[in-house]
Structure formats: structure tokens, C-alpha cells
């Protein structure tokens, strides 16, 4: 079977189950946060594999955004760790309950 | 016999998602460095991924960016905050469990869309430097500006947020 | 199309004044309005500014008054003034317009009359009170609403002054608002009235729904040419509005107001005993008489009365209140309360006449008692004043030779309330005598003589108690006359109480009522006019005076000998009694009378607590079913909800990005779908 | 020419002029205040002489466009139905307004709350798109939940205000589906009423949408009028709000509720009225006796009064379930009237609070000697509140009463054992405890209103006692527009009062 736009996306959606999976099973903000990069990198590749197939640039354009924007997402994101992390002495989420009532 | 891009494809594919499961889901270690080196492989492979999506200025741009700049971010903060807790902490088996039938439930149901939707009219685009460029710098040119805004913006934040003192 | 014609009515009716002389009426009704807004509004702080307001626009009404009875009363023509337009909605169409008739001017001089005397009275008896122009202010309101009823020309404007009655009566009766008793009595006096009125406006909504008018003329036609228009309600429509009739004129079983009214200054007592307050539910039946002129019907429920008609019913009770009262005065010491149960006692007697279908006697007896019993109220003022407010007959006595003038006033009114011959309470009672004989009650008759020897005996006891004898106590010794502003009214009323009735005054009211009735025919053959009243008064006195006797000698002799008896069993027993001899002879009964055959009791203990009991129930209802399980139910239970809910608010992110990422398997599952 | 739009707008630019002054000018501030309050009231008396009796038309009309995707337009006019309520909204405004001298903190943030209540109040009666009617009436109710819960007194204020808030709410949420399905089921794209009236005359909604929405209104709207058994929030609400919050929402706000039904409801859901009718007509008893029994029981001035507003409101509920052009006109009548008693009485309790300390009625007592206007006052009041004539609830009652005989006899009955036996135990027991009886020690000292602060009493008193004295002002303008309504309401067998109407034409 050759191998087309189904193929990409199939991966693209096993990368963002595995993303997903560390978002949910990892108590270490840092993994946490790589567990993101990694869906956010399955989304990349959908976008990349539909521009491919659809004959449009649109798509790539987007994943060039995205891109840049993850990178500025990353530098914000790990600094908000650190600074948290100097604030409880811990990047571990069960520490992080504030959010309860 | 299968043509050489889709073997190529199945090599990166498969290596994507080995090192994808390695880096969140290392059954040996739970050292996040590790993980982050895992991470750097799975974007290179995904890098491959682009190359065969004929997306050669992706590619590099994912490589460069991700590989290089943001996971020497990411191993600066590891470095930076120690973090050998988690290590000593038992893992939480029932969380475990409830992630990874959800994952499984999330990524069967994505499956199953992909597989459900029709497959589009295969014309193929080469995502080459010279066309996106041009496609950039006019057709995207004010997102393109106001991303550099952004950057900018994202800089000031990064350097007050990891200020000591706060004023 | 509704919409329109009722925009019709309210066009025509706008107010234009044309200068017929029946629109003085107008006047004659609003100045006493005035003369209480001028009085609130301008000079609060000047009793004498008060008093002159107040006096100035009821005398001038009793002029204008006369003016119109000169006019209308002694002519043959009836008229309707220049009608406002109130209310008109729907098919409901409600003027405010005034009828002027022979009934109504007679009313109109009563009204005016006596309350110009119970002012000029005021003056002297409430000198010195600090809310002394307050006290006008309530005289001349409670005679606005007392001439409302009077002039009105619908039952609605009927109703309405009907509550303005009971109210400026509750202002009046609670004029002394702090003592406690005074203020119990004026919401006694309100509520009981209350009561009567629920009924009135009833019966008035009935009559409307039936024949679509409140018009008085409009009504009397139509039920002159559809005598059937009320249908089966149409007995139960007369004694819902008799209702009202009920509570303002005190028949029984809302009379307790009345003695308790007692609690207000003497010349309130005075004016809501003569010639206002209980006297409108009188005048009231006798306004509406045509209601009760057609065949006795009643609804299936009540088909157990057959025959029987409202005006049966109404008679009835007429007389049992009239009854039920002689016998409760004959054992009262206070003198304002023996009075009063006279007055309950007489108007049962009124009303009685017209149960037996003769509004003209009542009628005559209600403005011959207006003067007489006026006469005894402000009578008995004086003594109290004189007394320094004591009240009680038996601390009082010898009064006789130092108030020699209120004496010989109160005696002859005394004498005109137990009809002794010529004065006018005889000719008065005599035609109530005769309208029971004649259409057919005997036994409401008889009922008549027993309790005209009962008002002897109660009446020449009070006189013998409190004026003869010797002082009984130390207050009744220092007694002196009353001023002049007090003894002139007593003199001055003294004058109708004896002569009133020496004037054609029964043909007059006969004509009113019979003017087309064949029996009565002859009896109003000769024009009735300034100048044959005159005649009659100088040239035919001696004719006037026997009448009774030579017309009908059987109530007129019955109600003479009733007099003889009751007033010889009275001195025998208190000819220069020092205690009240009855309670030993009569015991239980004796204690009854007194207490009022305990109906005060009765109903403190029955009614009040009824009504009071499911108000507690409902307020417990709302404290603890409505507002505590229901409202604090649901509000319990979403509070539990929500602390049930609050469990899962652990503050774990990851607890959140799965419940987030389910939610989100959801939507694309049913998207997928 | 007066104009509306002018008229909507005063309060609003004076709640704006009010913010833009610092707090602690507290005689700038109320000033402010009452010269807004003054040209509102006088605006809209204008707006009354001017309204044209004896027509239906919709009169002062203003139309402007907003979003005519969705049909929405800001809409104003004024009719028979709505034209007294103006007049009473404002001068009730007014009076409140002048009432507020008691409020001693955040004077600034009061009148800024009372201004925007009384340009949401007026907005709500007089737009004719049923959007900004909505959207005017929560705009006046936020502030009173606010007024309730900062300026409230009493221990049982944070319960109060948030029973008074979740029931408003809710019922306003229930009102806001009604509403939503019959733009949804109507299918002219549009909330406007005319727009409505024309199509559905055109094409009515089905019976089975009739007989769903219209209990979602009735109930909806109910509960802001304080139907029965959905009225417990009214009692204790008034009872711990501040004195002009009380007087607005008793007086006013209340009535939005009413207006909405005799708007919407009952022209456009015959079949719903017609369904509902009987059971309505039993909740309005609820109102009437069981609400006026409770206020027999209650020692509280302010809980009687409040019990007392809500069995009032019973009345309104008699005239509607009677769909007559007598009945609704009466209603229309004891709108108008009620507002202005309940704002006196409210007025009249508030002063009794602020002089005596107090509203515990076993506590007060002999004040008509301290206070001989406010005791006066008082008696005024309280006898119109059980229907004396002279004063404007009365014509109102008894055409209600008149109205209501012939679909509805029992009723009656009641209604009139509740209106002139049950309101008079209550009235005359408050009056007799608070202004009767001997004088007491401890009163002493309190004071009657000066001259000032009449001001608000006479401007009710007034109103009360012209309406009660020629209603026909009123009612020659209500009605032709509530002919409108019962036409529509009761469509197929005429009224059934038309027979005996037309033997007594004849």
C-alpha cells in the first residue's frame, strides 16, 4: 500500500496520544511540558502532511508559525517553572494544588 | 517491494514514535534529562518526516529551532532546578492506568476519524525555501511582523519573570 | 365598540356647570370637604379659625339645603345634578351624580341640621382640647361622607361614601387615640363596619352583573319593567346589600360596634347616633326599596325559604336587634351606653319598618329620632361635662335643680323617644305600629308595643336615676349648667323633637315612596306645600295632633298603653331608688342584660380567634413549609450538590487535563457520530 | 412635543454626572440627584398630559435599527397599557430619590445604583422590543441586589438579598426561555411586539406552544411579581432592604413582571390563557388570602407591609385570570396605584426605621402625638392599602372586583373578604399599634418629618388621591389599548360580560 495522507495522520495522532500521555502520567512539570512539545509537534506534522496533499503552502506557513511561537511558548513557559520552582522549592504537580477551594 | 520513501516512512515513523513513547514513558529511567534527549531524537525524526513531505525548509527549521535551541533551554532548566525528586517518588499507578486508557481511547478515536474521513485528491506540493518565502513575505507578511512582536514581547516576559527580585 | 361608547359617556359627562338650581347639591356636599381641607391644609394651629371654618360651611349647607327641600322636597319634581364621570371601563360605567328628591332633601336638612348643632355643642364641650381643630376637621368630614350617601345616585358612590362614613366614623370614635379603649373601639367600630360592607359590595357587583347599571333611577326602571332581572339571586342580592345596612344601622349580628363607639367624645356619639353613621343604613334600604319590591326568589341552595322574602328576613332581624337592645339598655348604668342601646334598639325598629315594607315610616321615625336622640346625646354631654366625666347614672342624681335647662331638654327628649302624645316620637312610632299592622306582621306588631314599654321603662329609669332624687356622689354635687354654646343646640333641638311631627311630615315621605299607589291616594290628594303645612301646623293643629287616633286607633292606643305601663313599672321601682332594684328580681337574666348577652364574649372567643388561627396557620405554613422546606430545601440540597462536586476539585492538574481530554473524547465521539 | 428618548435618557446621563463627582460632595451628589429625579418626574408628567386618551395607538414612538440580522431595534412608544406606569415609575423615582437622605455611606455609589434603577425601570416599560424590555429590567434589578446587600439592615440581610437575588434571577431566566421559544416558535425573526402582533394575528402559535410557553412566562414573570407560592423572597427582601431600594422594587420594579404578562402573554397566547386560567386564578387566591393572613400575623411593620404588597399583587393576578376589558383595566389601575402605595408605605416604614430605631409594631406605639404629619401619613396610607376610596387602589379593586364576577364568582368572594376584611384586620391593627395607643417614653425624642422631608409623602399622597379621586384620567387612557389586548386574549366567544353589555346599551 502506498503511502499517503492517512499514513501521516495516523502517526501524527499515535505522536499526540504519546504527548498526551506524558501530560497525564508524569508528575514532573519539565516531562509535562515535553509531553506538550510533543503534541504540539503531532499537530505540526498533520499540518505538514494536509498542505502536502491539498497543494497548498497555507499549511506549512502555519507550521512555520507555530514553530516560533512554541519557541517563544517554551522560553515563557520554562521561565514560569522557575520562577514557581524558586517560589515552592519543587516542580512536582502534586505539590502545585492552589488551584483547589 | 516497497518503493524507498515509504520504507524511509515506516523507519521514521516507527522511530518517532519509539522515541516519542521513550521520552514520556521511559519503563527503565525516570530522569528527565533522558527524556529530554529522547525528545531531541524524536524531533530529528520527525525532521525526516518533513524531508519525505518534500517540507525541506520545515525540516530545517524544526531542526534548528527545536532541536537546537529550545532543548538547550529545556536541559539549562533541568540543569538549573535539581530535580531528583521524582525519582524518589512511587509512581501513581491509578494515574498511570487512567492516562493510558485515555490515551489509548483518544488516540483509537483519532484513528478512527482519520481512517473514516476520504482520502483527499493526492496533489502533491514541494514546501521548498524559495515558494514559502515568497508566500511569507506577502501573503503573511503582517502575522510574520507581528510574530517578531511577539518574540520581543516573550523576551522582556522570560528576562522579568526569571528576575530574583521582583519589584 | 365597548371602548367607544364608554368614550361616548365620558365625553357627554364632562363636568359643565349649567346654573339649574339642583347643582347646589353639589356645593352642599363639598363644603364641608372644604371646610376639612382648608382647615388641615391652612389653619391647623387656630381652634377658632377651625371652628369658624368648620360651622360656616355646614350651616351654609343647611341653608342651602333648605334651599333645595324648599325646591324639590316641596314640589313633585326630582332631579339629578350634572354627573362627574368617575369610572368607566369595560361595561362597568360609574358617574358621580346626585339624586334630589323628597327623600334626599328630608336627609339633606337631618344631616346639616344636627351637625351644625353638634358643632356649635363642640365649642363649648371640647373647649380646652388640644386637638380641638382636629375634632372639626372629623365633624366635617364625617358629614361630607355622611351627605355622600345622601346624595348619591349609584350604588357605587353609595358604596363609596359608605367606607368614608366608616372611616372619618373611625377617626371620630378614636379621637382620643391614646387611651387604649378609644383606639380598640374605633377598630372595632371599622372592622365590624367592615364586615357589612364585604356583603354591600357583593350584593352591589350582583346587581350590576344582572342589570349592567348602578344607576338608582336607571335600576328602579329597569326592575319596574323586568321585575324577573335579577333572576333567583334577586333575594339574595336585597339582603347582601341589606348587609351593609347591617353594620353601619348595628342590626344584629353586628351591632357590638355601636355601645363600644361610646369610647368617642360625646358629640360624635351624638352625630353617629342621630343623624348620621346609623342612620345611612336606613336610609340606605329605604334608597334602594325598589330592590326589595319584587317576588321573593333563591337559588336552588336556598329553595328552602320558598316564599319567604328578604324583606321577611330583614324585618325579622329588625326587630329581634330591636328586642335584643331594649333589653340589654334596661340594665346599663353607664348613661352614654343606656343611650346607645336605645339607639340600637330604635334603629332596629327602623329597620323593621321597612322590612314590613313601609320605608315611609321609617323613614319618619329615623328623622323625628334624629332629633330627639341628638337631644339625649348632647343632653347627656352636658350632664357629663357637668359631672367632670363621670358616666355612671347612679353616682349622679338630683341633677334636676342645678341644670335646670338640660333637665327639662333631656326630659323632653325623653318624652319624644317614648312617644308620649303629641310630641313627635309618638307619631313616628305609631306609623312603624301601623306599617307592621298593616301589611300583615302581627307579631312584629305586638314585638313593637312590647319594646315601646320597654324604651318607657329604660328611658324614665335613666331620667329618675340621674336628674330626681339626691346627688349620689361628690362629682354630682359640685354640678353646675353648662355653658351657652351647649345649652342652646339642647334648646334649640328640643323645638323638632316636640313639633317635627305636627308637620305633614308622613304624607310627605308617603308621597315619596306610594306616589303612585292607590291606597295611599288619598292621603296626598291635597298639594303638599309651604303654604298647607303652614295652615296645617296653625289651622288644622287639632286635626294633626289626633290623627293617629282617628286613622287608626289600634296602634295608637296599644303604643299609649305601652307607654302607661312601662313608665309606671319604671317609678314604681326607682321612684327614689338608692341602688338598682332588677338585678335581685330578675338574677341570671338581670346579668345578661347587663353584659350584653355576653355577644362581645362570644365573639372574642369564637370569631377572632377563628380568623386568628388560620392566619397562624398560613403564617406557619410560609415560615416553615414555604419559606423553610421548600425554599431552605432547595437551597440545602444544591448546597450539598455543590460540596458534593467540590470533591473533585482536588487542585491536581492532571486530575483536570483528564477530566478535560474525556470531555473532549466526548465531543469528537459525538461529532464522529 | 415630549419625547421619550429624553426621557430615558435623564437618569442615565445623571447617574453619569453623578460618578464624575467626588463622593464626599454629598450635598453636589444629591442635589445631583434630585435634579435629575425632578426632571425625569416632570418629564414624564408632561409625557401624560400630552398622551392623547380614547386610542390604542402606540404613541411618542421612536425606531432605531440596531441589529437587523436578529430583528433587534431600539424601540420606544408609549400606550394606554404603559403610560401611567411612566408616570408612576418617575414619580416614584423621584420620591425615592428624595428618601435617600438616610444613607450615610457610599453616598456616591447609591444615587449612581438609584439612577441606573430608575432609567432601567423606565427603559423596561416603555421599549416595545421584548429584548431591551429584558434587558432594562435586569439592568434596574442588579442594582437593587446590590443596594440590598451593601446598604441592607437588619440580621437577616445576607439571607435576604440572596434569596431576593436567586429568585429573581431564576425567575427572569424562566421568563428569558418563554421568551426565546416564542421568538423561536413565532418565526419572524424578531422580539419586537408590533412585529409580533402582526404576524401572529396573521398566523397564531400552535395551541400546544401556547399552552408550553405561556406557563413558562407566567411562572417566569411571576416570581418577579411574587406569585404565589413563589413569593417568599418579597417580605423579608423589603424588610432588609434600604428605604428607596424598597420603595423601587415594591413600587416599581415589581409591576415589570405584570406589564410583560399583559404585553406578551396574554395577546399572544389566547389558547395558554384560556389553558392556565383556572389555575391561575387559584395562585391569585394564594396572593390574596393566604398572603394577607400571613400579614395578620406579622409584629414586624415592614414584613406586614411587604405581605401586605404581595396580596395587592393577587388582585392584579383576579383581573388577569378574568381576561375583561373591566378586569385588566383594573389591574392596569392597581399597577399604577400600588406603585405609588408601596413607595409611600416603604417610605413611610423607612422613616419609622430611621426615627424610632424600629419597625417591631409591639415596640412602636402613640407616635401620631410625636409625629402628627408622618401619623397622618401613616393612617393615609395604610386605609388606602385597604381600599379606601378616594385613593387610587380603590377604583382599581373594584373594577377588578366588577370585572372578575361574572367568569369568576368565588373568587370574588374571596377577593373581596380578603381585600376589605382581611387588608382591614392588618392595616388598622399596624395603625392602631404604631400611631394609637398611649404615647411612649422612649419616642420622646423622635421627630416629625420637616418640611423637606415631605416632600417624597406629599408627591405620593398626591398622586394617590388624584387618581383615586378621578380615575377616569387614568383609565380613559388605559383603556382602549387593554380593548386591544382582551380582543386578542379572548378572541373566538367574545367576553362573556358582552350579552349583559348589550341589553344594558339597549
Not at chain 3, 307579631?443 to 312590647?450: D, E, H, R
Not at chain 4, 447617574?15 to 414624564?44: C, D, E, H, K, S
Request: aromatic residues 10%.
Amino acid at each position: 500500500m502506498q503511502v499517503g495522507l492517512h499514513h501521516y495522520l495516523v502517526v501524527s495522532a499515535l505522536l499526540f496520544s504519546l504527548g498526551l500521555l506524558g501530560v497525564l502520567a508524569r508528575r514532573n512539570l519539565l516531562v509535562i511540558y515535553m509531553g506538550l512539545e510533543l503534541m504540539l509537534n503531532a499537530a505540526n506534522l498533520a499540518l505538514v502532511a494536509f498542505s502536502r496533499y491539498n497543494a497548498n503552502l497555507n499549511g506549512q506557513v502555519m507550521v512555520f508559525f507555530i514553530i516560533t511561537v512554541a519557541a517563544a511558548e517554551v522560553a515563557v513557559g520554562l521561565s514560569l517553572i522557575v520562577a514557581l520552582y524558586r517560589k515552592r522549592q519543587s516542580a512536582h504537580v502534586e505539590d502545585l494544588t492552589s488551584l483547589k477551594l | 517491494m516497497p518503493a524507498l520513501p515509504d520504507l524511509l516512512f515506516y523507519a521514521f515513523a516507527g522511530l518517532t514514535l519509539l522515541f516519542g513513547f521513550l521520552c514520556v514513558a521511559n519503563p527503565l529511567t525516570r530522569n528527565p534529562v533522558t527524556s529530554a534527549m529522547f525528545l531531541v531524537l524524536t524531533i530529528c525524526s520527525l525532521a525526516g518526516l518533513f524531508v519525505l513531505l518534500n517540507a525541506f525548509f520545515l525540516a530545517a527549521v524544526q531542526v534548528l529551532v527545536y532541536a537546537g535551541a529550545v532543548m538547550v533551554l529545556f536541559l539549562f532548566v533541568i540543569m538549573l532546578l535539581d530535580l531528583k525528586e521524582e525519582e524518589r517518588r512511587q509512581l501513581n499507578k491509578v494515574a498511570l492506568g487512567a492516562g493510558s486508557v485515555a490515551v489509548a481511547v483518544i488516540a483509537g478515536i483519532l484513528i478512527k476519524a482519520v481512517m473514516s474521513a476520504k482520502p483527499a485528491a493526492e496533489q502533491l506540493v514541494e514546501g521548498t525555501t524559495k515558494p514559502l518565502g515568497r508566500i511569507l513575505f506577502t501573503q503573511y507578511l503582517l502575522p510574520f511582523e507581528i510574530l517578531s512582536l511577539l518574540l520581543l514581547v516573550a523576551m522582556v516576559g522570560v528576562i522579568l519573570l526569571s528576575k530574583k527580585e521582583l519589584k | 365598540m365597548d371602548a367607544h361608547a364608554a368614550h361616548h359617556a365620558v365625553t357627554a359627562a364632562a363636568p359643565a356647570f349649567s346654573s339649574r338650581p339642583e347643582d347646589i347639591a353639589w356645593f352642599i356636599l363639598l363644603l364641608p370637604l372644604i371646610a376639612a381641607a382648608g382647615i388641615t391644609l391652612l389653619v391647623r394651629r387656630s381652634n377658632f379659625l377651625a371652628a369658624t371654618f368648620s360651622l360656616a360651611a355646614t350651616t351654609t349647607a343647611f341653608i342651602l339645603s333648605f334651599v333645595l327641600f324648599l325646591t324639590f322636597g316641596l314640589g313633585d319634581a326630582t332631579a339629578a345634578a350634572t354627573p362627574f364621570a368617575w369610572l368607566h371601563a369595560g361595561d362597568l360605567a360609574v358617574n358621580l351624580g346626585v339624586t334630589v328628591d323628597k327623600l334626599s332633601t328630608l336627609m339633606l336638612l337631618v344631616v346639616t341640621g344636627v351637625s351644625a348643632l353638634v358643632q356649635v355643642y363642640s365649642l363649648g364641650y371640647m373647649h380646652g382640647d388640644r386637638s380641638f381643630p382636629r375634632f372639626f376637621v372629623g365633624l366635617s368630614l364625617f358629614t361630607f361622607s355622611m351627605l355622600g350617601i345622601v346624595l348619591a345616585d349609584n350604588l357605587v358612590m353609595m358604596f363609596l361614601f359608605w367606607e368614608l362614613v366608616g372611616v372619618s366614623s373611625w377617626l371620630l370614635i378614636g379621637f382620643w387615640y391614646e387611651k387604649e379603649s378609644a383606639a380598640d373601639a374605633a377598630k372595632k367600630a371599622f372592622l365590624t363596619n367592615r364586615l357589612g360592607d364585604f356583603g354591600f359590595l357583593l350584593g352591589i357587583i350582583l346587581i350590576w352583573a344582572a342589570a349592567g347599571t348602578v344607576n338608582f333611577a336607571e335600576l328602579s326602571q329597569k326592575l319596574g319593567a323586568h321585575p324577573d332581572l335579577l333572576g333567583n339571586l334577586s333575594s339574595v342580592a336585597g339582603l347582601l346589600v341589606f348587609m351593609g345596612a347591617m353594620g353601619k344601622s348595628a342590626q344584629f349580628p353586628l351591632h357590638v360596634w355601636l355601645p363600644d363607639a361610646m369610647e368617642g367624645p360625646t358629640p360624635v356619639s351624638a352625630l353617629i347616633h342621630a343623624a348620621t353613621m346609623v342612620a345611612a343604613g336606613v336610609y340606605m334600604l329605604c334608597r334602594v326599596f325598589f330592590l326589595y319590591q319584587v317576588d321573593p326568589a333563591w337559588p336552588v341552595a336556598l329553595s328552602f325559604l320558598g316564599s319567604i322574602s328578604a324583606l321577611d328576613i330583614i324585618a325579622a332581624l329588625g326587630g329581634f336587634t330591636a328586642l335584643l337592645a331594649a333589653l340589654m339598655a334596661i340594665q346599663q348604668n353607664d348613661i352614654k351606653r343606656i343611650l346607645a342601646y336605645s339607639t340600637l334598639s330604635q334603629l332596629g325598629y327602623m329597620v323593621m319598618a321597612v322590612g314590613c315594607g313601609g320605608p315611609d315610616a321609617a323613614m319618619y321615625h329615623l328623622t323625628t329620632h334624629a332629633g330627639f336622640k341628638a337631644l339625649l346625646f348632647l343632653g347627656a354631654g352636658s350632664v357629663i361635662h357637668a359631672c367632670h366625666h363621670e358616666q355612671d347614672i347612679w353616682k349622679m342624681g338630683g341633677l334636676r335643680s342645678v341644670m335646670p335647662k338640660t333637665f327639662l331638654t333631656f326630659a323632653l327628649g325623653t318624652a319624644a323617644l317614648i312617644g308620649l302624645p303629641p310630641l313627635s316620637g309618638f307619631y313616628s312610632k305609631d306609623s312603624v305600629l301601623l306599617a307592621a299592622l298593616e301589611n300583615g306582621h302581627p307579631v312584629l306588631f305586638g314585638l313593637g308595643v312590647l319594646i315601646a314599654a320597654m324604651t318607657t321603662f329604660y328611658m324614665v329609669r335613666l331620667v329618675l336615676v340621674a336628674f330626681l332624687g339626691t346627688n349620689r356622689s361628690e362629682a354630682a354635687g359640685h354640678a353646675h349648667e353648662s355653658p351657652g354654646s351647649m345649652t342652646w343646640p339642647l334648646i334649640l333641638l328640643a323645638v323638632p323633637s316636640v313639633a317635627l311631627a305636627w308637620l305633614p311630615l308622613g304624607d310627605y315621605l308617603r308621597h315619596h315612596f306610594f306616589s303612585d299607589h292607590a291606597h295611599h291616594a288619598a292621603a296626598v290628594s291635597d298639594e303638599i306645600s309651604v303654604g298647607a303645612s303652614l295652615s296645617a301646623l296653625f289651622g288644622g293643629l287639632n286635626q294633626i295632633l289626633f290623627e293617629p287616633f282617628n286613622h287608626a286607633p289600634l296602634p295608637a292606643v296599644m303604643g299609649t298603653g305601652a307607654l302607661l305601663i312601662g313608665a309606671w313599672v319604671a317609678v314604681t321601682l326607682y321612684w327614689k331608688a338608692e341602688r338598682d332594684p332588677l338585678p335581685k328580681l330578675l338574677g341570671a337574666l338581670a346579668r345578661g342584660m347587663k353584659n350584653r348577652f355576653y355577644f362581645d364574649e362570644l365573639y372574642e372567643a369564637v370569631f377572632i380567634p377563628l380568623h386568628d388561627l388560620v392566619a397562624r396557620f398560613a403564617d406557619g405554613f410560609d415560615r416553615w413549609v414555604v419559606s423553610g422546606l421548600v425554599v431552605r430545601g432547595v437551597h440545602g440540597s444544591t448546597e450539598l450538590l455543590g460540596r458534593t462536586l467540590r470533591i473533585l476539585q482536588s487542585g491536581n492538574l492532571q486530575t483536570y487535563t483528564f477530566l478535560f481530554v474525556a470531555g473532549v473524547a466526548l465531543v469528537v465521539l459525538l461529532a464522529l457520530k | 412635543m415630549s419625547s421619550l428618548t429624553p426621557l430615558l435618557l435623564t437618569p442615565f446621563l445623571g447617574a453619569l454626572l453623578v460618578l464624575a463627582v467626588p463622593g464626599n460632595y454629598r450635598v453636589i451628589l444629591r442635589a445631583l440627584a434630585l435634579l435629575t429625579g425632578a426632571l425625569t418626574a416632570f418629564q414624564a408628567i408632561a409625557l401624560f398630559a400630552g398622551f392623547q386618551g380614547g386610542s390604542a395607538e402606540l404613541q411618542f414612538v421612536q425606531q432605531v435599527e440596531w441589529i437587523p440580522s436578529v430583528g433587534l431595534s431600539y424601540h420606544v412608544g408609549v400606550d394606554g397599557l404603559n403610560i401611567g406606569l411612566v408616570l408612576m415609575a418617575a414619580l416614584v423615582s423621584f420620591a425615592a430619590i428624595c428618601a435617600a437622605w438616610e444613607i450615610e455611606r457610599q453616598v456616591k455609589l447609591f444615587y449612581f445604583l438609584l439612577l441606573v434603577m430608575t432609567g432601567g425601570a423606565l427603559g423596561a416599560f416603555i421599549s416595545l422590543d421584548l429584548f431591551f424590555l429584558y434587558f432594562f429590567n435586569e439592568l434596574a434589578l442588579v442594582p437593587t441586589f446590590l443596594m440590598l446587600g451593601l446598604w441592607g439592615r437588619g440580621e437577616q440581610k445576607t439571607y435576604a438579598t440572596f434569596q431576593i437575588t436567586l429568585y429573581l434571577t431564576l425567575g427572569a431566566l424562566v421568563a428569558l426561555t418563554g421568551l426565546i421559544a416564542l421568538y423561536v416558535m413565532s418565526g419572524v425573526n424578531s422580539l419586537d411586539v408590533l412585529v409580533l402582533k402582526a404576524a401572529l394575528a396573521e398566523k397564531p402559535l400552535s395551541a400546544q406552544a401556547q399552552t408550553l410557553i405561556f406557563p413558562l412566562l407566567l411562572l417566569g414573570f411571576g416570581t418577579l411579581v411574587g406569585l404565589w407560592p413563589f413569593h417568599s423572597w418579597a417580605a423579608p427582601g423589603y424588610a432588609a432592604a434600604p428605604t428607596s431600594t424598597a420603595m423601587m422594587h415594591a413600587g416599581v420594579l415589581k409591576k415589570v413582571g405584570l406589564y410583560a404578562l399583559i404585553r406578551v402573554a396574554w395577546p399572544f397566547m389566547p389558547v395558554g390563557v384560556a389553558e392556565w386560567m383556572p389555575a391561575l386564578a387559584l395562585l391569585c387566591l394564594g396572593n390574596i388570602l393566604y398572603c394577607g393572613w400571613v400579614a395578620m400575623r406579622q409584629r414586624d411593620l415592614a414584613l406586614l407591609l411587604g405581605n401586605s404588597s404581595l396580596a395587592h399583587m393577587g388582585f392584579c393576578f383576579l383581573g388577569l385570570a378574568s381576561v375583561t376589558v373591566l378586569g385588566i383595566t383594573g389591574v392596569v389601575v392597581i399597577m399604577v396605584a400600588h406603585g405609588l402605595l408601596a413607595a409611600l408605605s416603604f417610605a413611610l416604614n423607612g422613616y419609622l426605621f430611621n426615627r424610632c430605631g424600629t419597625t417591631d409594631m409591639d415596640k412602636l406605639g402613640g407616635l401620631l402625638r410625636q409625629m402628627p404629619f408622618i401619623g397622618t401619613a401613616i393612617i393615609m396610607a395604610f386605609m388606602a392599602g385597604c381600599g379606601l376610596p378616594g385613593f387610587a387602589n380603590f377604583p382599581g379593586e373594584l373594577s377588578v372586583m366588577f370585572g372578575a364576577w361574572k367568569a369568576l364568582p368565588w373568587f370574588v368572594v374571596a377577593a373581596a373578604w380578603g381585600g376589605l376584611i382581611i387588608g382591614g384586620v392588618y392595616m388598622l391593627r399596624a395603625i392602631r399599634s404604631v400611631v394609637h395607643g398611649p404615647a411612649k417614653a422612649e419616642f420622646n425624642h423622635v421627630s416629625d418629618a420637616n418640611y423637606w422631608r415631605r416632600l417624597p409623602f406629599l408627591v405620593l399622597l398626591a398622586a394617590l388621591l388624584w387618581f383615586g379621586i378621578q380615575p377616569d384620567s387614568l383609565v380613559s387612557r388605559i383603556q382602549p389599548s387593554v380593548v386591544e389586548i382582551v380582543k386578542a386574549a379572548a378572541p373566538a366567544p367574545p367576553v362573556p360580560a358582552a350579552p349583559a353589555a348589550v341589553a344594558a346599551a339597549h
